[in-house]
Structures are given as structure tokens and as C-alpha cells.
């Protein structure tokens, strides 16, 4: 079966370093998604892409980076970790943007 | 911007009731509305997805309604059942393809 896949599930960091979240889709969609869930905001979307060499930048983009090199990854680089990125981290995918979003189990970060 | 408010945050509810979850947000040029349901420690999972030029989608017991002139989508759940028991959320999106998400209610079904 199709699917889509985050890792790490959990990762603890210290400030100022340099993090990459892996997000992978076996579904052979063109769209994937950043987001991140914090208690009180939902998810508020970071970066998106509609296709290789494509990306866009969400309501809460900075100090984070994105490159879309393939169909199948979206990797999500957090250039100078802050404390105020500790989060909870969701990749989903679609084919269109009138499908519904595939999402990954998310990562766990947190920035000491 | 897009505001997404879900009200109430949590709600309980006997095994068996029909409740509804309510969903508003404040830009009605929205493309589509989408419910999501997520289960403690992991991701969530689609139920339904109502394009703007529809007033309704039904799967199972589930039963979804959008009504783009007042801001406001209800999700229906029929006959609920412990197995219901989770957030859910819902999420409109506006024609620049940009989801806002709600905050969620988290529902607890007693058995």
C-alpha cells in the first residue's frame, strides 16, 4: 500500500544547530506539505511544494528551508534551531488540491 | 488571513447520541473544506472533503455540511461509538491552496 512516512518520530536538539525532518510518499503525488501543531494554534503550514523543483513558502516560514529533488521527498531543514521550533511536525501529501491530504505520523522536536 | 474556529474544544458524549461538531471561519472564498480526524501520537486521517460548490458529503455515519455565506461546515455523527473517540479537525482552504486549520474538538464517546 501507498504511504507516506516521517522520520525521525521523535528528536531531541540543542539550539543553534542545524535539523533535517525526512518525509517520504510512495503515492506518486505531486503536492506535499509542511506543517507544524502546536497546543492552541492547530496546524499552521511552513512550506509546500507542487512538484520537483518546486517551492512555496506557508504562513510560518521563517528559519526553516525546503528542496524538493524527486517526486517522492520533502525534506525540512531547520537552519539555526530555536526553542521556539519545539513542535510537533506533519508532511502530508495530495495528487490535487481538490483531493484530500495524506498525512505522515509527524515528528516530535524538541530544542533545549 | 483565514480564521478557523472550532467550537466546543472537547465534548462528551453517552455511546449511541448523534452530536454535532462546528466548524466557522471567516473568509467565505474558500476552494474547499476538509474534516480530519487524529488519533492520539499520530497523523490525520481524512474523512471527509466538501468542494466549494457543494453543500454536502455523506460517508457511513459520518455526514459533513458547508454553508460558504455564513462561514460555517458541520460534521454529523451518527449513533457515536467509543471507537469515535478522538480530535477532530477541520481545515478550509482558500483559492491560493493554502489550508487554515481549526483547533479541534477533542470527543470522548462513554461507553
Known amino acids: 500500500d501507498a504511504e507516506i512516512t516521517q522520520s525521525p518520530r521523535h528528536k531531541i536538539t540543542e539550539t543553534g544547530r542545524q535539523v533535517t525532518l525526512a518525509c517520504h510518499q510512495t503515492?506518486?503525488?505531486?503536492?506535499m506539505f509542511w506543517y507544524r501543531q502546536d497546543l492552541g494554534h492547530g496546524l499552521r503550514l511552513i512550506h509546500y511544494?507542487?512538484?520537483?523543483?518546486?517551492?512555496n513558502k506557508g504562513e510560518v516560514s521563517d528559519g526553516y528551508s525546503v528542496s524538493r529533488s524527486n517526486t517522492e521527498d520533502l525534506p525540512l531543514t531547520l537552519e539555526s534551531a530555536a526553542s521556539s521550533q519545539t513542535s510537533v511536525y506533519f508532511c502530508?501529501?495530495?495528487?490535487?488540491?481538490?483531493?484530500?491530504?495524506?498525512f505522515g505520523d509527524g515528528t516530535r522536536l524538541s530544542i533545549l | 488571513k483565514q480564521e478557523v474556529t472550532q467550537i466546543p474544544a472537547a465534548l462528551s458524549v453517552p455511546e449511541g447520541e448523534n452530536l454535532v461538531l462546528n466548524c466557522s471561519f471567516t473568509?467565505?472564498?474558500?476552494?474547499?473544506l476538509q474534516w480530519f480526524r487524529q488519533d492520539p501520537g499520530k497523523g490525520l486521517t481524512s474523512l471527509l472533503l466538501?468542494?466549494?460548490?457543494?453543500r454536502e458529503q455523506t460517508s457511513g455515519r459520518l455526514n459533513a455540511s458547508l454553508d460558504k455565506s455564513s462561514g460555517r461546515s458541520t460534521l454529523y455523527i451518527a449513533a457515536s461509538q467509543p471507537g469515535d473517540s478522538a480530535t477532530y479537525l477541520c481545515?478550509?482552504?482558500?483559492?491560493?491552496?493554502?489550508?487554515?486549520f481549526g483547533t479541534g474538538t477533542s470527543l470522548t464517546v462513554i461507553p
Open positions: 502530508a501529501s495530495s495528487e490535487f488540491s481538490w483531493e484530500p491530504q495524506h
Open positions: 481545515a478550509a482552504m482558500n483559492t491560493g491552496n493554502q489550508f487554515y
Open positions: 511544494s507542487y512538484g520537483v523543483h518546486d517551492t
Open positions: 466538501i468542494q466549494s460548490s457543494q
Open positions: 473568509d467565505s472564498a474558500i476552494y474547499n
Open positions: 503515492w506518486n503525488h505531486n503536492n
